[in-house]
């Protein structure tokens, strides 16, 4: 793709509608609003989700439970996943690199699925008992971040 072979995207270029300019143009007399009613009114403005009366959908669905705001996501990792690593000290910002989360910030909860055979040094927001069992077993470390 360069700039001689870039094209306006479709529709971009047509004018808009102007209505109410005569019977020629196939938009006078009642502009495109048809004959009464309340859309054909002027300062005719209705509520977001206004279904003419009906009882609207969002009010139609039933509601469930609560969100709770406070929520901390972590991302969760087993010790296999850690041990395939290869890597004795593990940080986020080491997990990142190796694309096992998405940003150095995300908070991370290590879980003690797998076997360790190595010491490792494993710097996280959470463990799990097993984990820190099984960390401790093989001889590493691990440290709760803040």
């Given at each position: 793709m360069?700039?001689?072979?870039?094209r306006a995207p479709k529709k971009s270029s047509e004018n808009r509608k102007r209505v109410g300019r005569g019977m020629g143009s196939g938009m006078g007399k009642t502009s495109a609003r048809?004959?009464?009613?309340?859309?054909?009114?002027?300062?005719?403005?209705?509520?977001?989700?206004?279904?003419?009366?009906?009882?609207?959908?969002?009010?139609?669905?039933?509601?469930?439970?609560?969100?709770?705001?406070?929520r901390v996501e972590y991302v969760v990792i087993n010790l296999d996943r850690l041990a395939e690593l290869g890597i004795a000290d593990i940080t986020p910002e080491v997990l990142k690199k190796a694309r096992i989360t998405k940003r150095a910030s995300d908070r991370i909860k290590v879980l003690g699925e797998g076997e360790l055979k190595t010491a490792l040094t494993v710097k996280a927001h959470k463990f799990s008992k097993t984990a820190q069992e099984k960390i401790t077993k093989a001889g590493g470390k691990f440290e709760v971040l803040a």
């Amino acid at each position: 793709m360069n700039l001689s072979t870039v094209r306006a995207p479709k529709k971009s270029s047509e004018n808009r509608k102007r209505v109410g300019r005569g019977m020629g143009s196939g938009m006078g007399k009642t502009s495109a609003r048809g004959h009464k009613g309340q859309r054909s009114r002027s300062g005719s403005r209705m509520m977001r989700g206004f279904e003419g009366g009906q009882m609207p959908l969002h009010r139609r669905l039933p509601k469930r439970g609560f969100t709770n705001i406070f929520r901390v996501e972590y991302v969760v990792i087993n010790l296999d996943r850690l041990a395939e690593l290869g890597i004795a000290d593990i940080t986020p910002e080491v997990l990142k690199k190796a694309r096992i989360t998405k940003r150095a910030s995300d908070r991370i909860k290590v879980l003690g699925e797998g076997e360790l055979k190595t010491a490792l040094t494993v710097k996280a927001h959470k463990f799990s008992k097993t984990a820190q069992e099984k960390i401790t077993k093989a001889g590493g470390k691990f440290e709760v971040l803040a």
